[in-house]
């Protein structure tokens, strides 16, 4: 990757990155990502989506929403063992369901509500959030983004190959380094973070798969797995 000292850098990332997300758009369209009803349902979302696919969190969100149970309050009164079961088809339940009791037993203690915790600066509430057991950086800067509509870009495993493929970060870069690229490059806009992260993953899961499908992909003029070696 290029020094991020040189005067033209910056300029020049930013081009490329918002060429990168112009050609994405042109091709999806807008995606409207994150599907919810309230900003604690993101948060939920958030949380059950880790390790595993989206449609199971639906599954079990509907559980949730069918119960009346979709609140801070539900969510910290409600016993262990029947939470568990109404997140089952979101997997690793019971680990899920002590990591949702321990989000909301924080927010209400640290916050009082997700009103008051979004009130803030959202850089020291990052800091913060990100230290709560089980609410890693992924899971957080989804909360901040798509929940509290702050400016701190989403990376995910979507975005590591994508970007590693077109030569602007390498595979062994860590989450922070990767985010780095577009926190660093981009202006600090909440629907461009959002849109082009829901970009992302929809391109990942048409064309930029493990084994790449390159035909018909948007950015194969860019992309290192399209060229023979």
């Known amino acids: 990757m290029e020094n991020n000292t040189g005067g033209e850098t910056i300029p020049r990332r930013r081009e490329q990155l918002m060429e990168l997300f112009d050609a994405l758009f042109k091709r999806y369209g807008a995606l409207n990502w994150w599907p919810a009803d ?17 449609g199971n969190v639906e599954k079990a969100i509907a559980n949730l929403k069918r119960e009346g149970l979709l609140s801070v309050e539900a969510i910290r009164d409600t016993q262990p063992e029947r939470l568990a079961e109404l997140i089952r088809p979101s997997g690793f339940f019971n680990v899920k369901t002590v ?3 321990g989000f909301v037993e924080w927010l209400l ?4 509500s997700l009103d008051v915790m979004f009130a803030g600066e959202w850089r020291p509430l990052r800091d ?13 800067d989804s909360i901040l983004l798509y929940a509290g509509h702050k ?14 493929r077109l030569g602007l970060v ?4 860590d989450y922070h380094e990767v985010r ?8 600090p806009d909440v629907p461009l973070f959002n849109e082009y992260h829901a970009q992302i993953v929809e391109h990942c899961k048409r064309h930029c798969r493990k084994t790449p499908v390159c035909d018909g992909c948007p950015l194969k003029a860019a992309c290192c797995c399209a060229t023979p070696l």
């Not at 309230?38 to 989206?54: D, K, S």
């Not at 780095?180 to 202006?187: D, G």
């Open 38 to 54: 309230t900003p604690f349902e993101v948060c939920v979302g958030a949380i059950l989506t880790q390790n595993t696919n989206w």
């Open 99 to 101: 990591r949702l009791k």
């Open 109 to 112: 203690t640290r916050h009082g």
């Open 128 to 140: 913060e959030l990100v230290r709560v057991p089980g609410i890693g950086p992924e899971t957080c």
């Open 151 to 164: 400016p701190s870009f989403v990376v995910d495993a979507y975005t590591r190959r994508l970007f590693s």
């Open 170 to 173: 390498s595979e062994k870069d």
């Open 180 to 187: 780095a690229l577009f926190m660093e490059h981009l202006p």
